[in-house]
């Protein structure tokens, strides 16, 4: 059937849902029904919505651009929530070198007209590195906290989450949660602490995280508000 409206969506039917329910997040629209809602009834549900869909798609798109990082000389880059300005210059061999608020890249000569590449490997290879040490110091005394103890961690890339947990209780973060504030770091490893508890996102998983983060859905909110730091 022909999408009619203003915007693309994704349909995600599932059986153990019970009613249907839009959420808009990085740009996309994904909508979520019971199995028996087809794409035939749902788009009237949606046209009923679309105005309330596009504002939202606005704002959202609003605030990716806000806070898009981007590889330019004196760009802000967030480091546990604080910015740090970015520069680079030209010198006989690469190098990252960190200063009070400031992040100096030294490139070889030859990278002159093409800079970009070059420090946007060497900053994500820095970051990646200062993640994993963080994160896993962090993640030890939280799990001393709450007495929710994981397998291991584990620091990757991801594109459209922050983090998840395993079945065989391994929690994996995104390195790129090293741009939030602490309080925001220490919501998600609890969300995901958590998990070891209930694997879902149920009344009683959500119990679970306002025990140790009473605040969660303010943090929670924060985060969504930086998805562009997925993108870079």
Sequence with gaps: MQNTLAFEFEHRPSPRRRTSAIEIAQGRVLVRTPMQVSIAHL???????????????????????AHRIEMSQGAS?????????????????SSLIWHPKEIE????????????????????????QKAAHQFQLALMQLSAQTGLKPKKLEVKSYRRRWGQCSSDKIITLNWRLIHARPDVQRYVMIH????LQEMNHS??????????????RE??????????????
């Design 43 to 65: 788009q009237p549900w949606l046209k009923e919505r679309e105005a309330w869909v596009l504002a939202h798609l606005t704002k959202q798109q609003s605030s990716i651009d």
């Design 105 to 128: 890249v030294f490139l070889p000569h030859h990278l002159y007209h093409n800079p970009q590449a070059r420090v946007r490997r060497m900053l994500q290879a820095e970051l990646k």
């Design 219 to 232: 943090l929670s909110a924060e985060l969504r508000d930086k998805s562009s730091w997925l993108q870079w």
């Design 192 to 195: 995901e602490l958590c998990h």
């Design 203 to 216: 009344v009683r998983f959500w119990s679970w995280v306002a025990r140790f983060c009473p605040n969660h």
């Design 77 to 93: 880059i967030p480091i546990n929530g604080d910015p740090y300005e970015l520069y680079w210059r030209f010198s006989e061999s």
